[in-house]
């Protein structure tokens, strides 16, 4: 009798630095342990090897940046039963963003010898704002641990249990003493999705805001607060304009006071 059919998992790149991959590949025995129990179809930063689809999850790491790769990501959805995006790229745009807040051509005639040869979008965008995403595990780079679990619960058939909360959660389960109270520093902690585990308070600095807007962020509120210890409209708009800057709450955040 043949033994039952391992699901099949494929790992997608599109425009990024590859980190959520080898955020993946850093599971060690996690991912030793859930390998055993799936078959891995197509992950380019382990294997060169591809098994055709259809796949049953799919991770896709990376923002859309061409027109070739507006036409694969939809071969991408169409051949996935769930798909989920992985990393700030993937689901805001990826520092590459920046450039949606200018005319992407000036930078082409300034960094190709023959701009000609370049085609690319007038945007780097998320992977949602092409096809219809399952979810969205957001970090620059992901938690392994968050990632180990989405895996987990798509191939269980269940809801994915990843935190909604902020920064400022993880700081206080740490015991980490706030550092926007205590020492005036600026910190973007109080709109920041969870999953960093506080690393940067926990050695005096601010927070970066690594994991993309937490749930209903109030960043109006925070900019006030900048604004109050002496932070003025060009140093707001650089706060939030980092690895998820055209995630939608920063992004309009910041176009309030550019």
Known sequence: MAGKKKPKVAVWKFASCD????????CEDELLAVAEAIEIANFPEASRAVVKGPYDLSLVEGSITTPHDEERIH???????????????????GIQALRNFKDVQDFVSIVYATPDYI?????????????RVDFELRGCPINKY?????????????????PAHSVCVECKRRGT????????????GPVVHAGCGAICPAYDRGCYGCFG????????SLSEWFKD??????????????????????????????
């Not at 980190?19 to 850093?26: A, H, I």
């Not at 003493?177 to 973007?188: A, D, I, R």
């Open 19 to 26: 980190g959520c991959q080898l955020s993946l590949l850093d």
């Open 119 to 131: 085609d690319t979008l007038a945007k780097s965008s998320a992977i949602s704002d092409h096809v």
């Open 146 to 162: 968050q990632l180990v679990e989405v895996v987990s619960a798509y191939l269980k058939d269940r809801k994915p249990v990843t």
């Open 177 to 188: 003493v706030c550092v926007m109270v205590s020492q005036g520093t600026l910190c973007m």
């Open 229 to 258: 210890h002496g932070m003025g409209n060009e140093e707001l708009v650089r706060a939030y304009r980092s690895f998820n800057a055209y995630a939608t709450p920063f992004r309009k955040e910041s176009e309030r006071h550019d």
């Open 213 to 220: 807007p937490k749930e209903t962020p109030n960043t109006e």
């Open 75 to 93: 071969q991408v959805r169409r051949s996935s039963k769930f798909l989920v995006t992985i990393g700030a790229c993937a689901t805001a745009g």
